[in-house]
């Protein structure tokens, strides 16, 4: 049996040494290139990736392929409908970050609410007035999580001991999950209108691309705070850019956003209310761990014939 790893997995030499012990590992530390990857995964039986792309080109070539393993909770690099078509399992891991993400989330709002990196910057300076930096306090405000699924349920608990008015919006609402998260479910406009923080915690689909652009800005009255821990694409930067150009918002945390934008003419890291980190709200020892554990557990289950996080449903009768 032949194992690939695509790109950067962050499975420990312990993982690896398990997986050993199932057949043949191949390691690409860096993401390969195109061509590269091709001749790499052919004759793969399993292939391990969690950002590195697998698509229908490559689907097709892998002739052996039995299952994909993405070590993330999103499978939007692979192309699961071709997979199933062709009878590969794709399986995830949902829930690793949870936690990790979630705090994350909280040190960006504080760090905007606290004007702490500009209160940094300036006394690195050896300028220690104080008279600019007045913060906002959490407690009693608003807060608005759009989806409620493990990440935001757990946002929600937190916002919760720090006092604030949850409202949110998901796709599911229930009476029985408003009462158990102590929140109230809403529709997009309401919560955009009333919320004094902002934080996205949605998957990437149709529904959800570009869901934050100029008119979503538009309805925000009370200047709010935006966090997006999620996925890059649920915002549209030109509208951001717009959007903090007018004042109509207090900040911006993100911890994802496309490296193109930073190249062009508005730079987003002109505005001193916009923090950035790259990418690594899940980046945790704790998280990845977690994750590298599921993984090797998702193919040795497979192999045995179990299974566990499988989020497609393969064609075996190809």
């Known amino acids: ?187 997009m406009e309401a919560l955009l209108k009333i919320s004094d923080v902002i934080s996205l915690h949605v998957s990437l689909n149709k529904l959800t691309e570009a869901m934050i652009g100029y008119d979503a800005f538009a309805h925000m009255q009370k200047k709010p705070i935006l966090v997006n821990t999620s996925r890059e694409e649920v915002i549209n930067y030109n509208a951001l850019v717009d959007a903090l150009s007018k004042g109509l918002i207090f900040g911006a945390g993100l911890d994802t956003l496309p490296r193109s934008f930073l190249l062009r003419k508005y730079l987003l890291s002109k505005f001193q209310n916009v923090i950035f980190s790259p990418h690594v709200a899940f980046y945790t020892p704790e998280a990845l761990n977690k994750c590298a554990d599921t993984v090797v557990d998702n193919i040795k289950l497979f192999i045995s014939g179990k299974s566990q996080n499988i989020v497609n449903k393969p064609d075996y009768t190809r």
Do not use: W
């Open 1 to 187: 049996m032949k194992l690939v790893i695509l790109g950067p997995v962050y499975l420990s030499e312990e993982h690896i040494s398990e997986l050993k012990v199932l057949g043949e590992v191949v390691i690409y530390d860096k993401f390969p290139g195109f061509f590269e990857t091709f001749k790499g995964v052919r004759g793969a039986d399993i292939i391990i990736t969690a950002k590195a792309s697998v698509n229908s080109r490559m689907l097709k070539e892998c002739k052996a392929l039995r299952l994909i393993c993405t070590a993330s909770t999103g499978c939007d690099h692979v192309d699961v409908k071709t997979a199933s078509e062709l009878g590969v399992t794709v399986t995830n891991v949902p829930g690793y970050a949870t936690d990790a993400v979630a705090e994350h989330t909280f040190a960006l709002i504080f760090a905007l609410l606290r004007r702490i990196c500009e209160g940094d910057r300036r006394i690195r300076k050896g300028r220690f007035s104080r008279r600019q930096f007045r913060g906002v306090q959490l407690k009693g405000k608003t807060f608005g999580i759009i989806g409620t699924g493990a990440i935001g349920t757990r946002v929600s608990q937190i916002a919760n001991c720090f006092g604030c008015n949850v409202v949110a919006l998901t796709l599911n609402p229930s009476a029985e999950k408003e009462k158990r998260l102590r929140l109230k479910y809403v529709e």
